[in-house]
């Protein structure tokens, strides 16, 4: 499901500017209190409800902003400037929307994709397992067809929006003999009932404010038209194409929180005085910034990259893992260094550094870490570039 036609660049400059304008006035000033308290922003997301992104990148048909994945990582990265976690509300969410929207049935669009785009329904994604993180053909949730319906046992662990969520994207082996293992898995829209428990909120170093969970199957019943485009076998290759989606979300977001650290660091940097100057003036300080404002840039741009190309309908896991592996890497180099030119009150919560650094890890770890996402990238030039 390709976003829907770009916008002018007028229309984009007055969708970022709104967001811009949001961010800067009603998330920064509450952020930190949330993400320090560990509670979810409820005003926040319903603000966000009503600025339309729970249907940031669904079609207008079907109700939603239409904004093409360019649009939307701008959007992200903005959002990242002001709180990391608010991008982690629409992600999985909007993973599920691409799920249906790219291969769901007919029934399936009509039915989920205008009540997520209002946010009536929100989305999680259920896949990682406790012992198949990375291994995502070695899961071993089940769900079993018993004439009309499907049974579904099994565990899923670090789902985001677990709690919030009234429906999952979720990944289980339909034929767990199936060779190659990727033909037995499937993927179903498991709306919350009966047999779906929700588990306790685990208390994270950073990403904080919004849940994550585990999500347990115990004699779960879905009806036969719950799955995914009405075929068996084919959950992996959905799951991976809105992994590309994700990925770019996780390399904006990344981009986001690391120009939020350069801010706040070039800002103290001519503000701080030491031996008679701001520290500015220091070549050791200017040579840091220089660096940080390089890497951010140069992550910039694989993001744009990934995203024109997942708009054209292009296949990009090669791009999008190169921006989600160069955007974190750089947001964790750079949210250090933005707390070293803050020195001692870098450390302290009264300043917005320590969360930077505190959130940098989970775009390194999130969506495929960032040692999978340099052998996908390996396997696809080496696919590419074949003699």
Not at 26 to 40: F, G, K, L, M, Q
Not at 90 to 96: E, G
Request: aromatic share 8%.
């Amino acid at each position: 499901m390709p976003a829907a036609a770009s916008p002018t660049a007028e229309e984009r400059a007055q969708i970022l500017d709104t967001i811009r304008r949001f961010v800067d006035r009603e998330v920064i000033p509450v952020a930190s209190r949330y993400e320090h308290d560990d509670e979810y922003p409820e005003p926040l997301v319903e603000r966000m409800r009503e600025l339309g992104l729970f249907g940031a990148t669904i079609a207008p048909e079907y109700g939603g902003l239409g904004l093409d994945y360019s649009t939307y990582a701008m959007v992200v990265e903005e959002l990242c400037r002001g709180w990391m976690s608010l991008s982690g509300v629409l992600n999985t969410h909007l993973m599920f929307a691409f799920h249906v929207g790219m291969h769901g049935t007919e029934a399936q669009k009509q039915y989920w994709l205008p009540r997520l785009a209002t946010g009536e329904e929100r989305a999680g994604f259920c896949l990682t397992e406790a012992h198949a993180g990375s291994d995502t053909q070695n899961i071993r949730t089940v769900a079993r067809r018993e004439g009309d319906h499907y049974v579904v046992n099994g565990s899923k662990m670090f789902i985001t929006n677990a709690q919030t969520a009234t429906v999952f994207s979720l990944v289980a082996k339909t034929d767990p003999t199936a060779e190659p293992r990727h033909t037995g898995i499937s993927l179903f829209a498991a709306p919350k009932g009966p047999g779906l428990t929700v588990g306790r909120h685990l208390d994270k170093l950073g990403y904080r404010g919004i849940e994550t969970c585990e999500v347990t199957f115990e004699d779960y019943h879905l009806p036969v038209d719950a799955l995914v485009g009405g075929h068996e076998g084919r959950g992996l290759k959905i799951a991976l194409s809105g992994l590309e989606v994700g990925r770019i979300n996780i390399a904006a977001r990344a981009v986001g929180v690391a120009q939020a650290a350069f801010d706040d660091a070039i800002r103290y940097s001519q503000e701080r005085e030491t031996f008679g100057k701001p520290i500015c003036e220091h070549q050791a300080i200017q040579l840091k910034l220089a660096d940080m404002a390089t890497k951010i840039e140069a992550a910039r741009l694989l993001v744009r990259q990934a995203a024109s190309m997942k708009d054209r309908g292009e296949r990009c896991d090669i791009e999008a893992g190169m921006a989600k592996l160069f955007a974190s890497e750089t947001c964790q180099e750079v949210s250090l260094e933005a707390m070293r030119i803050f020195g001692g009150y870098g450390y302290v919560k009264e300043f917005r550094v320590e969360r930077y650094y505190r959130d940098a890890p989970l775009m390194i770890i999130g969506e495929g870490t960032n040692e999978i996402q340099r052998l996908v990238i390996a396997k696809g030039l080496l696919q590419r570039y074949k003699i």
